[in-house]
Each structure stands twice: as C-alpha cells, then as structure tokens.
C-alpha cells in the first residue's frame, strides 16, 4: 500500500494495532496534494441502472511528481468505495493517463479487482465492466433516481427479514406490532431451492396465523435486488446458476402468487435499516449499519428518499494495513467492511484472545457464545467490543466522505446485549479525538434490544403501499 495511505491513529484498536484506517490514509493523501502546490483534478463517473451517474472530485499528483506512483492505490480505493456503495458498471476516469490505464488493469477480467468488475457486469446485467478515461469537461454529469419508499403502515401486514442465521418475520395491524419471531436458518450452506423457499414460506405463515387478513408483504433481504428481483445474494452463495435463475431470482416476486396475490415489496435489509431510523427519529439523511452475519448498509438521503445506491459496505475498503484481514469467499480483497462490522469479526477477536469455542459451532452459535461469556465475565473480551467501537469510528468518518449524514443508526445481532452500548461509546469517544467537527455533526443510535434484533421485519412490512 503506498506510504501516504498508511497513517497511525490516534487511538489505534486495543487488539487490532496494526490497523490504518482508510478514512486517515484518504485525507492524508488529499492534504499532501493540496500542500504540493502542483496538484491536478482527478475525478470518476460511475453510471449505474437507468441512467443513474455518480460523480466524485478529489486532487492527483501530476505525471512527473516524485509522490505520482502513490496515485495508483488511492485512486483504486476510492474506486473500489464507490463501486460499493454507489454501484456502477461503467466508470470514467478524468485524470492522470497512468491512473485511468492502471483502473482499466485492475478491474479487467483478469486484474486484481477481477472479481469487482465481474459482479458489477452481472448486477447490471452488461457484457463486460467498463473503464475509459476522458476530459473533465466531458464527464458526465450527476443524475440521481432516488424515491420515495416505505412508511405505509394501514392494513394488515407482514415483514419478513431474510439474514444469514436467523429469519425474522412481524405480523403489524395499523402499525401496531401483533406478533413476531425469529427462527435460525442456515441458507449460505444449502444449494436446493426448496430449502429457501419453504424457509420464507414458514415465516409467513407463522406471521399470518396472528392477522385476520393479509393486505400486504414487505420483505428485508441481504443482496443486491432491482425491481424485487435478486441479482446476487450471500444467502444463496450455494445454490447453483441454474437454479439460482429459474427458481430464486423471482423467490420474493413469486410471494404474491403463493399469498393471494397480495402486494410484495423487497428492499435490501441496508436501506431498510436506514429506513427504520428515519422512521423512528422523524429524521434524515441517515445511514443505517446492519452487523450481523455479514455487514449490511443503507441510506436515506436529506429528501428523506431511498437513493438506489448499492450501499454493499460490506466490500467498501475501511483499512489501509497491508496485513489487513483478507475477504477469501468472495472477493479476496483485504480490509474490507464485512470483516469489521459482523460476526466474523468479532470471531476473529475472541479467537486472538483464546476464546474457547466448541469445535463443531455454527458462527452464529459461536457469538452467542461470546456474548453469553462477556454477559457473565466481561474481563478480557471487553477489548473486543472497544476494538469494534474503534473500527465504527472511523468506519463512520470514512462513510461521511462519500454520504451526507447526520445519524447513524446502529441494528444486528452483533450489537446485541452488552457490547453493543460498549461499542457505541467507544466510537464516540474516538470520533471526538480524531474528528471532533464529524463527532459533533453526527449522532450515534443504538435502539433498545427488540428494535435491534426484530425492527427490520417491522420496517419491512410498511414497504408495500396498499391500494384502496
């Protein structure tokens, strides 16, 4: 990683020491350019489905400058963020020749963001990702196609939240929760459709038996969907392409059918967090954080509107160490969000400590076990919730270079029970050190207990919009 972008913190994580965050390596590289006097426009367009083009601005080392080649790995991070959390499947490049010539290798078939360019072809369903460099003057302009989505909470509902571990569902009359439950699963590992399909199936009817009618089905579902449908998912990571085209791309869609042909509505379970905490706070311009089974996000913009951003933080770089953990089921990329805002991470903590597990443990029983030993004994493993409080910090401060945010809210298994309140105060308490503007600026949420672990279901059932 080039020098520039590896800059120790000031309140570096009690078991992480190593770790440089992206957030520090970005603004140091900003700040060197600016200081050199010779600074020259670097910006990117990313153009995504319907038209939609994300613009981001920032500065380069010209050609000949000593510090030039450091423009190589900030470029690609800052392209690797905005993949993920904007999407995109064609990206312009205004700038230094050798920056655009070293995207269009990294995110070629066969260069080290191979596996980038291949999923952002596929979700937008093109040929090939595309990478081309052009003059400032002829980048194209913004165009955003975000709306309005959710708040509907007349009639009968059910909300099903789909996660990694567990399957939650709400039955809500009139907004008023009725019913709710959550039931463990295991989808990442089972390739047979049936088992997913009759997995959602169950929850509903475990929801319907409490509603003496259903109007409508809101779904919250890890993975990338556009019009309900699923174009990728962890959760189905197992079922076969074929399978996965005839019998799970529609899974959600074909609810309607199977229920009478009521409304569905699917969103990604990011913007369904960001819309619960709009929800509850009457706010906006909210990023909502899922840390569960993996890391899920999403955005409710300052209209109070779902943008259709990606928002998959999950892949979004938050650490610059070249030693950073390394992301080897999909994109084999290092330091990346899922690997420090979710279970794994906190696995991979406790096991840095020791930390007994039972051998045959599943990772969601491996965290309640974390969890039920810190409610006991806190000790030692508090350091592993200061350490994920450290990582929110300045994951925040990252995220707020690329969103306008005024409140975070803070869901998932992950901030359940004790640490979670641990980690909330520790990721204040480092943003006032290293940010105190951003510090003050944005406001941390953690929800009580059952918001955390079974609001997404309740948000959910509000997406449809019933007719008359």
């Given at each position: 990683m080039a020098s520039l972008l590896q800059v120790v913190p000031k309140a570096p994580p009690p078991l992480d020491p190593g770790f440089r965050?992206?957030?520090?390596?970005?603004?140091?590289?900003?700040?060197?350019?600016?200081?050199?006097?010779?600074?020259?426009?670097?910006?990117?367009?990313?153009?995504?489905?319907?038209?939609?083009?994300?613009?981001?601005?920032?500065?380069?080392?010209?050609?000949?400058?000593?510090?030039?080649?450091?423009?190589?790995?900030?470029?690609?991070?800052?392209?690797?963020?905005?993949?993920?959390?904007?999407?995109?499947?064609?990206?312009?490049?205004?700038?230094p020749k050798s920056v655009a010539l070293h995207l269009a290798r990294a995110y070629s078939a066969r260069g080290s963001r191979s596996?980038?360019?291949?999923?952002?072809?596929?979700?937008?369903?093109?040929?090939?990702?595309?990478?081309?460099?052009?003059?400032?003057?002829?980048?194209?302009?913004?165009?955003?196609?975000?709306?309005?989505?959710?708040?509907?909470?007349d009639g009968c509902r059910i909300g099903f939240d789909a996660g990694g571990s567990d399957r939650k569902v709400a039955a809500v009359i009139n907004g008023e929760e009725v019913f709710s439950a959550e039931t463990v699963w295991n989808p990442k590992t089972e390739a047979d459709p049936r088992y997913h399909i009759e997995g959602v199936n169950d929850s509903i009817r475990q929801a319907a038996a409490h509603l003496?009618?259903?109007?409508?089905?809101?779904?919250?579902?890890?993975?990338?969907?556009?019009?309900?449908?699923?174009?990728?998912?962890?959760?189905?990571?197992?079922?076969?392409?074929?399978?996965?085209?005839?019998?799970?791309?529609?899974?959600?869609?074909n609810l309607s059918q199977a229920w009478g042909g009521v409304p569905v509505a699917v969103a990604n379970d990011g913007d369904v967090t960001a819309l619960a905490g709009a929800m509850s706070l009457g706010e906006h311009s909210v990023l909502g954080l899922a840390m569960g089974t993996s890391q899920a996000a999403g955005y409710v913009d300052k209209r109070g509107f779902i943008t259709g951003w990606l928002n998959e933080l999950a892949f979004a770089p938050v650490d610059y160490q070249d030693a950073a953990p390394q992301d080897k089921e999909w994109s084999k990329d290092r330091g990346t969000g899922a690997l420090y805002f979710s279970q794994d991470a906190v696995l991979r903590l406790a096991s840095g400590l020791g930390f007994p597990f039972k051998k045959d443990a599943s990772p969601a029983e491996k965290l309640k076990a974390v969890q039920d030993e810190f409610r006991r004994r806190p000790g030692g493993l508090s350091k592993i919730y200061k350490?994920?409080?450290?990582?929110?910090?300045?994951?925040?401060?990252?995220?707020?270079?690329?969103?306008?945010?005024?409140?975070?809210?803070?869901?998932?298994?992950?901030?359940?029970?004790?640490?979670?309140?641990?980690?909330?105060?520790t990721a204040r308490a480092v943003m006032a050190l290293e940010d105190p503007r951003s510090a003050k600026n944005i406001r941390l949420h953690l929800p009580d207990e059952s918001t955390r672990r079974l609001g997404q279901a309740v948000v959910a059932a509000s997406l449809p919009m019933v007719k008359p």
């Open positions: 965050p992206a957030y520090l390596g970005n603004r140091n590289f900003e700040a060197a350019c600016a200081r050199s006097g010779a600074a020259v426009p670097l910006a990117f367009a990313l153009e995504a489905a319907a038209g939609a083009v994300t613009r981001f601005e920032t500065l380069a080392f010209p050609e000949k400058h000593p510090l030039s080649a450091e423009n190589l790995a900030y470029a690609e991070r800052v392209v690797k963020f905005l993949l993920w959390s904007r999407g995109g499947w064609k990206l312009s490049v205004a700038g596996f980038d360019a291949k999923f952002m072809a596929g979700v937008y369903e093109k040929k090939a990702f595309v990478v081309r460099r052009l003059p400032l003057a002829a980048l194209p302009r913004p165009k955003e196609n975000s709306k309005a989505v959710g708040r509907h909470l003496p009618r259903i109007d409508a089905i809101g779904v919250s579902s890890a993975g990338v969907y556009v019009d309900g449908r699923c174009m990728v998912a962890s959760l189905f990571r197992k079922v076969p392409p074929r399978l996965f085209e005839k019998r799970i791309k529609d899974i959600y869609k350490t994920m409080g450290t990582y929110l910090a300045y994951g925040i401060l990252q995220y707020a270079r690329f969103y306008d945010i005024k409140h975070v809210l803070l869901l998932g298994r992950v901030c359940s029970g004790k640490g979670g309140p641990i980690m909330l105060e």
